[in-house]
């Protein structure tokens, strides 16, 4: 007789903020069942908890407006999914990890390097798994370079440099109205925006970052750089039309051509015309660039020293418009290299002078994909080391992850204080030590 296959349950998710990010994630649970369901959510705005609610079949009793009332319920799911902003991360991801909840953590971690290593410990001490969001390691284009750099093909990996087109509208959109705009309300943008990159480039050399220094400040988007006769408001200003940071053509046009996600879908629930105009006369996303209250930078770069004597530059920009691929990559090996727009790859080898091109989205599959193809790779990822319990899925877990973090804290305090830093090693305490007396 034929032994019949046990039936294999879907992982089981609790979401806490269910905006951008967090729907996302209810989105892969929706279109992949058997694989993964949200059973919980957490969110304070009516809007978006019952998007989320809907979409996942979730029970109202295992709907709340406060992460803490999911908190004080028995551990009713696999993995709690932290979705929250930037500097809400610390109070639920100690929380669920002490109830024994595995993790799935946006980036970044924390704002601080203090919670970012009680996180870690925490999670260290409950022996629970941690995915943090760097979503950039699990996309085609990363996985095909890493490929290529495993096989010794370019030798050993001498320098990189690593380009962050932000784009212009998008740095007036996220960094200069929107949530991002102040440190001291999230992060710096070199954390906010850039941990994706100097972590996918400790990923890419393969050893610890040793020595960091850093430029940047905020060049444009500030009072001094005010075009005269501009108003505080977009749809007040006669010299809107002339201005390519104008929120009118920015979302006004987007909702004329049909486009209602993000970003217009940030500034309100209501993404008709007179809906987004009304957002645009009354929220912080019809401001004048020059006239908001934003502080981080809008251009930067990062110099990095490697253990083995790898050197790294990375340089992000606001001021710029990339149609046709993102991040721009060069890899310099000792038998050849690597150049990359985060979907061409070119590998050329020095003895043969030849260069070969892949296209890592060839069948445009991964082109509407979030971060080409990273966010459906981190979910496959996740749910899969939930699923056999182990992390050896996780390419973002907490102790590496916790470093690029201190290479990040690092390069800030460089560029602060016009000095070269150290990076620490993590501070973390074996779990088995730690519940010594």
């Known amino acids: 007789m034929k032994r019949k296959q046990p039936v294999k349950k879907p992982v089981t998710l609790l979401i806490l903020g269910a905006g951008i990010r967090g729907a996302g994630v209810a989105e892969y ?7 993964v369901q949200v059973v919980g959510v957490a969110e304070p705005r009516d809007f978006h908890r019952n998007y989320v609610a809907r979409l996942c079949g979730v029970p109202p009793e295992q709907t709340f407006t406060d992460w803490r009332e999911a908190a004080e319920k028995p551990r009713f799911a696999d993995a709690v999914v932290i979705t929250t902003q930037d500097a809400m991360h610390t109070e639920p991801a100690l929380a669920f990890a002490a109830l024994k909840y595995h993790m799935l953590l946006e980036k970044p971690m924390a704002p601080t390097e203090e919670e970012c290593e009680r996180i870690v410990q925490a999670v260290l001490d409950n022996d629970v798994l941690l995915a943090v969001a760097h979503v950039l390691r699990y996309t085609p284009y990363t996985t ?5 750099i495993d096989s010794g093909a370019i030798g050993d990996v001498v320098s990189l440099q690593c380009l962050e087109p932000v784009t212009y509208w998008h740095q007036a959109h996220s960094y ?3 949530n991002w705009r102040k440190e001291s309300e999230s992060s710096s943008m070199l954390m906010a925006k850039s941990c994706h990159d100097l972590d996918w480039i400790r990923y890419i050399i393969g050893v610890p970052c040793r020595r960091v220094s850093s430029f940047g400040n905020t060049f444009h988007f500030k009072a001094s750089a005010r075009p005269p006769g501009a108003a505080d408001r977009c749809l007040d200003c006669s010299i809107e039309p002339s201005c390519p940071y104008s929120a009118k053509r920015l979302y006004l046009g987007r909702v004329m051509e049909g486009h209602t996600g993000w970003p217009v879908s940030v500034l ?9 105009t009304k957002a645009l006369r009354t929220g912080p996303y ?37 149609k046709d691929g ?6 310099f090996g000792t038998h050849g290299e690597i150049w990359t727009n985060s979907i061409l790859i070119k590998h050329t080898d020095y003895l043969t002078e030849e260069t070969v091109c892949y296209d890592t989205n060839a069948s445009g599959a991964m082109l509407d994909d979030g971060h080409g193809g990273g966010d459906y790779g981190l979910m496959r990822s996740f749910i899969d080391a939930l699923a056999r319990g182990d992390d050896r899925s ?3 877990g ?13 390069a800030e305090r460089s560029r602060k204080n016009r000095t070269i830093e150290d990076v620490p090693f993590p501070n973390l305490v074996p779990a088995a030590v730690a519940g010594q007396d």
């Open 176 to 178: 200069v109205r929107g």
């Open 144 to 148: 095909k370079i890493k490929q290529i």
């Open 394 to 396: 996780i390419l973002s």
């Open 326 to 331: 993102g991040r721009e990559t060069r890899i």
């Open 268 to 276: 309100t629930t209501d993404t008709t015309v007179e809906g987004v």
């Open 286 to 322: 019809g401001r004048c660039v020059y006239a908001c209250d934003n502080d981080v930078v809008d251009h930067q770069v990062v110099n990095m020293e490697f253990e083995g004597g790898q050197s790294a530059t990375f340089t992000m920009t606001g001021f710029n418009l990339h």
């Open 398 to 410: 907490p102790e590496e992850t916790l470093e690029t973090h201190l290479m990040v804290f690092a």
């Open 29 to 35: 649970a929706a279109s992949h069942p058997d694989e």
